[in-house]
């Protein structure tokens, strides 16, 4: 049963990664540098070709000039459970796939199903033109196919609670990969993400597009403010079960056209509002 409900959730995430393994072995999968580098994404197959004309791509520098404060944003509500958990060698990264029942972010009051996460290293993301060592993304959809991604950025420091937990299961990764199994899964049991949940008193907020191809848009990300720290060893780790063309599988940052990008702060908040009110989150 979680085998078939995790098949079923890596059918739904199709257009995040699936696409490029199967492009893999077709011959048109896409890369990090040279013949297949992110500037060539949008000729290496028709399906991906939004990654080189559309207009409202991810990921993009956050930029001091072009966020605006927004007071109607509300504390990102998230709700997560404990559930089961396979963590997978995605060819282009490191990912892991939660069973049904991992929880929810709501958006504009529009619910978002938590259905895995993954990470990139370098950071896709800049803040304030800085490229961080590494980006979590938790991927979310809702029921008419639309996605909502919450990334958290890190710089290199003391190591991740979470990932310090998920060693043994990283190694396993590795060495599966050393055995030339290139699309490993590992077991991870039962995780509850509310361990993954953090508070967020700060985030941006923007209409962005899937970071790999087919770079589709209609993608609402949430940057939380907070730049959290893993170890050097930790980013290793990450990085050990890829190939070497994904070890740094981090997007160029796409022009903003225009965009607005809005900043949620607690603090501000509170302080126009007379808020005293616990943040939930
Ligand atoms: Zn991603």
Redesign the pocket.
């Given at each position: 049963m979680v085998m078939l409900i995790i098949k079923l959730c890596i059918f739904a995430m199709a257009p995040?990664c699936t696409v490029a393994a199967n492009a893999q072995t077709q011959g048109i999968g896409f890369g990090y540098g040279g013949r297949n580098g992110p500037k060539q994404w949008g000729h290496l197959n028709p399906h991906y070709t939004e990654c080189s004309v559309g207009k409202l791509q991810s990921p993009i520098d956050i930029q001091r000039g072009q966020t605006f404060y927004n007071s109607t944003l509300e504390p990102l509500h998230r709700d997560y459970y404990t559930t089961n958990a396979t963590l997978v060698n995605h060819v282009c990264?490191v990912a892991m796939f939660f069973a049904e029942g991992a929880g929810d972010v709501v958006i504009n009051d529009k619910n978002y199903t938590l259905l895995q996460m993954?990470w990139?290293t370098p950071s896709?993301h800049h803040l304030h033109g800085v490229q961080y060592a590494a980006?979590l993304?938790m991927?979310h959809q809702a029921k008419d196919g639309s996605f909502a991604?919450v990334a958290s950025l890190f710089k290199i420091g003391s190591e991740e609670p979470f990932l310090s937990q998920m060693k043994d299961k990283l190694m396993k990764l590795k060495d599966e990969r050393l055995k030339g199994n290139q699309t490993a899964q590992v077991e991870v049991g039962k995780i509850n993400t509310r361990h993954i949940e953090r508070k967020t008193r700060k985030y941006f907020r923007y209409y962005g597009s899937?970071?790999?191809p087919p770079c589709s848009e209609n993608v609402s990300w949430t940057i939380l403010g907070k730049v959290r720290s893993m170890s050097k060893e930790q980013v290793e780790l990450l990085r050990s079960p890829l190939d070497i063309s994904y070890k740094k599988n981090a997007r160029p940052c796409q022009p903003l056209n225009g965009r607005r990008v809005e900043m949620f702060h607690e603090r501000v908040t509170k302080k126009e509002t007379g808020n005293k009110k616990k943040d939930p989150n």
């Open positions: 995040l990264n993954h990139h896709e980006e993304h991927v991604v899937l970071t790999t």
